[in-house]
């Protein structure tokens, strides 16, 4: 897999993501590149306010990540005010773009990775 198709497929589960919602979610700017073990990876962030149901979205994704055969981990703590409770999930799987969330009582982030690919962080994902 070349750098370029990695990002592309980040690219994609983001998008096929945001769209199991009804939020209004930022667009996706440049990847960030990192380096990994076998060269490099990139990753896309989006966000998207929120006022309530913050379980249930966390829920709805989680369940979508699975459907797309990932290894999903998921996490709750409440932080106080004015965070409350925060809902996190990292979801993997080997060779496939991964994803990771946070959700608060006002905001909800979607990160979505790369498989690592040989290349360079300098590169185009």
Same mark, same amino acid.
């Given at each position: ?61 989680? !369940?979508?990540?699975? +459907?797309?055969? &990932?290894?999903?981990?998921? %996490?709750?703590?409440?932080? *106080?005010? /004015? ?18 969330? !946070?959700?608060?009582? +006002?905001?909800? &982030?979607?990160?979505?990775? %790369?498989?690592?690919?040989? *290349?360079? /962080?300098?590169?185009?994902?």
């Amino acid at each position: 897999m070349t750098p370029e198709e990695a990002g592309q497929g980040a690219l994609a589960l983001l998008s096929q993501t945001t769209k199991t919602t009804d939020l209004e979610w930022s667009t996706p700017g440049d990847p960030t590149g990192k380096k990994c073990s076998d060269g490099v990876s990139y990753q896309y962030m989006v966000h998207a306010p929120i006022e309530s149901k913050q379980r249930e979205l966390a829920d709805g994704l989680a !369940e979508y990540w699975r +459907s797309k055969g &990932l290894h999903v981990e998921r %996490s709750q703590q409440d932080f *106080g005010e /004015p965070y409350g409770d925060v809902y996190a999930a990292t979801a993997k799987a080997e060779g496939q773009p991964g994803a990771a969330l !946070e959700i608060t009582s +006002s905001n909800a &982030l979607v990160y979505v990775n %790369s498989p690592c690919v040989a *290349g360079d /962080p300098d590169d185009e994902g």
